[in-house]
């Protein structure tokens, strides 16, 4: 069973608009949220992250959102441009930091 | 550069072959991973090392073996591949302290078995 899922396989968004993904997970012992982003045939590489204590964390044009009561975290990325085009993986972590679990993945396309 | 480098690339196995895929890290980080990527299914730990001389299963570990050779290398074995082990694979490691913006992924293997 997935603790961490991401319902959308894929987005398509206008350049210049709002891009929204969302995460959803079920274990109430993840306490830090992550956002990874992978281009075709390289690794995933670090987007952006939030700590439970928080419900927001921006930097630049990336914002990510937490609802712990919802089990739910959503990325917002405003202005879309093409070069966001890309796999986005949420991943949640515990206290102890040393594994993280992934959802599968949504592929976002932002057309120009 | 410094990284995670991840050899081979490519590979393509018979059914019951054995291959062994190499990782190496050169950033000095304690702790190594194996992930595989399968459709829909996001990336799956295999197995993983905290730190030198240790490994632990993660959530798939059956069919794969690793070694911690050394704080630089983590190689994953497959014994005797099936075609369930088609996938992308993914080493990754973590600097002390980091949460998981800590880690660091390889470019990935892409391995068949047919």
């Known amino acids: 069973d997935q603790q961490v899922k991401q319902n959308s396989p894929s987005l398509s968004v206008q350049e210049g608009r709002i891009s929204i993904l969302n995460c959803d997970y079920t274990?109430?012992?993840?306490?830090?949220f992550l956002w990874y982003k992978k281009y075709p045939a390289e690794g995933p590489t670090f987007l952006i992250s939030?700590?439970?204590?928080?419900d927001k964390n921006e930097d630049g044009r990336f914002t990510v959102f937490l609802n712990k009561s919802a089990k739910h975290l959503s990325l917002h990325i405003v202005p879309s441009q093409p070069g966001d085009s890309a796999v986005y993986f949420c991943?949640?972590?515990?206290?102890?930091?040393?594994?993280?679990?992934f959802g599968g993945g949504t592929r976002l396309m932002v057309k120009p | 550069n410094a990284g995670v480098t991840q050899t081979p690339k490519f590979q393509v196995l018979k059914t019951g072959q054995s291959m062994t895929l190499q990782c190496a890290q050169d950033?000095?980080?304690?702790?190594m991973y194996w992930y595989r990527q399968d459709p829909g299914m996001g990336l799956r730990l295999i197995y993983y090392?905290?730190?030198?001389?240790?490994?632990d299963k993660g959530e798939v570990p059956n069919g794969y073996n690793v070694s911690r050779l050394n704080k630089r290398e983590f190689s994953l074995r497959l014994e005797s591949a099936a075609p369930s082990q088609t996938s992308v694979y993914f080493c990754?490691?973590?600097?002390?302290?980091?949460?998981?913006?800590?880690?660091?992924f390889g470019s990935g293997t892409r391995l068949t078995v047919v």
């Open positions: 991943a949640a972590s515990g206290s102890a930091g040393n594994m993280l679990t």
């Open positions: 090392s905290a730190s030198e001389g240790t490994t």
């Open positions: 950033m000095n980080h304690n702790s």
């Open positions: 274990n109430s012992m993840f306490d830090y």
């Open positions: 939030i700590s439970s204590i928080k």
């Open positions: 990754a490691s973590r600097r002390t302290g980091g949460r998981g913006y800590g880690y660091t």
